[in-house]
Structures are given as C-alpha cells and as structure tokens.
C-alpha cells in the first residue's frame, strides 16, 4: 500500500462511513453535502469530496476502511443511477478538497474504486459492451422526449 505504515496493528477508533437512507442520488452520498454559496447568500454549493478531519491520533487503516466504505456507496447508487454514480467518482477525484499525500479516506476511496472498475472491466470481457455516460445521457433525453410527446399527444399542455 502506498503510504500505509508497516506492521501498524489495525484498531478502529471511529466508525465507517455509514448512510441511513437509500442512496439514488450524488446527495444522499455521505462523502457530499451541500455549502453555503460564498458569493451568493441563500443559495449553495454542492461539494462532491468531503471527509471526516482527522487528527494525528487517527490510525490510517481505519480511514483507509472509511475510504472503502465510501466507494461501497458508489456501487449502490449505480444501481439506482449509472450516471449519477459515474459523476460521483468523476466529481470526487477531481475536488480541489481531495487530498494527493497518502490520506487513508482518499487511498481507500480510490482502492475501492479501482476495484469496481475491474469488475467492470471483466464484464466488458463478457458482454462486450461499455458504459457511456454520454450515450446514457442522451437515452435519458430521448426517454423524457417520448413522454413530453405523448403528452402532447393526449392534447394536454406540455411545460418545459
């Protein structure tokens, strides 16, 4: 492991990362909230990358296994939404919150999702076909037209 200390006996002082609801959507992740706006009071941001503090008593293990616990969470919202699972990890490596230098939460985090993605690596192996948030992005599109169209279509209005 990359910055992992050697032989380090492994005891939790904290727990994982736990989440209470379902998670369907970037929001319901326990990794994100959202901030109030710094420019615009009243309104506010939504932060992808947000991780407990630690402090110099926390052993690297138990935030690798928070880490790990947060991608776990990845896997459960692609269930409910490839693409807001796909943003997710595209959203959380490119934070300017996510810290380069060896933090257990960030190294756990991108084990975890270095592993869903051989696991999606070996069922392009099977199927054959890839994810692409792009094409999925514009079925949804096509999707919501066909209902605003059969809308329409029974002669009641359509809102934008």
């Known amino acids: 492991m990359c910055n992992a200390a050697q032989g380090q006996e492994h005891k939790p002082r904290r727990p994982l990362a736990k989440h209470k609801k379902r998670i369907r959507t970037r929001k319901d992740l326990s990794f994100t909230r959202m901030d109030p706006h710094p420019h615009f009071p009243g309104r506010e941001l939504f932060t992808n990358w947000v991780t407990p503090d630690s402090d110099k008593d926390t052993i690297w293990s138990d935030e690798l296994d928070i880490g790990l616990a947060m991608s776990v969470e990845i ?62 992005q514009q079925n949804l599109l096509k999707r919501k037209m066909g209902v605003r169209e059969a809308i329409a279509a029974a002669g009641l209005e359509v809102k934008p």
């Not at 919202?77 to 996510?98: G, K, N």
């Not at 380069?100 to 869903?116: I, M």
């Open 75 to 136: 896997a459960e919202l692609a269930r409910s939404d490839m693409r807001e699972a796909y943003l997710a990890v595209q959203c959380a490596l490119t934070s300017e919150a996510w810290r380069t230098e060896g933090w257990g939460q960030e190294y756990g985090f991108a084990s975890g999702v270095a592993v869903l993605a051989m696991f999606g690596l070996q069922y392009l192996e099977v199927l054959g076909e890839p994810f692409d948030p792009e094409r999925q």
